[in-house]
């Protein structure tokens, strides 16, 4: 496991030119999109990843795993789930860039010359989430007696439109 944070930003540029090194953790939290495929944003991912120029193009290089929780699809329960992506990604700002890059790599088109790291494990992480998740063992969800426990309790509730009348009523000024 990785103790030390990762930066927040990047500058892709510049790192690749150094042959930068991103070894660290990042708290689930900053993914904000990621942490919101998942049941909390509780977890953290880790990433270790080396820039470098090839040729003219920042390139980054390396991989990132996550530890999130998901909904387990069979008892409803919040289940640990890790992803783990190989990412191979060339930094584009230009159509022309974009069109020269080799199929090996995953396009990245910088607007700025300082990125959010966030960003980045973002996209490559949210779509190696699987798109369904189950515990290895567990009980399915009963759905039918949640049902009659539904039913119980909206019988026991006052009927809304009744509540919404009585509302009016009380508002009602007097003539
Ligand atoms: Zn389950």
């Not at 790291?117 to 998740?133: D, G, N, S, T």
């Amino acid at each position: 496991m990785f103790e030390h944070p990762l930066p927040l930003t990047i500058k892709p540029v510049k790192l690749a030119r150094q042959e930068g090194k991103l070894t660290g953790f990042m708290p689930l939290k900053q993914l904000v999109n990621l942490a919101a495929d998942c049941v909390s944003d509780e977890g953290r991912v880790e990433a270790d990843l080396e820039l470098r120029m090839e040729r003219s193009r920042p390139e980054l290089h390396g991989s990132a795993n996550a530890a999130v929780k998901l909904v387990c699809q069979r008892c409803l329960e919040p289940v640990d789930v890790k992803v783990e992506v190989n990412i191979a990604l060339g930094f584009v700002q230009t159509e022309t860039q974009m069109a020269e890059l080799p199929e090996s790599l995953e396009p990245f088109v910088l607007e700025e010359e300082e990125i959010p790291l966030a960003e980045l494990l973002e996209q490559e992480l949210i779509l190696a989430l699987p798109i369904v998740a189950y515990h290895d063992a567990c009980e399915p969800y009963p759905y039918e007696g949640k049902e009659e426990a539904e039913a119980a309790v909206a019988d026991e509730k006052p009927n809304p439109f009744a509540v919404l009348e009585q509302l009016k009523g009380n508002l009602k000024k007097p003539d």
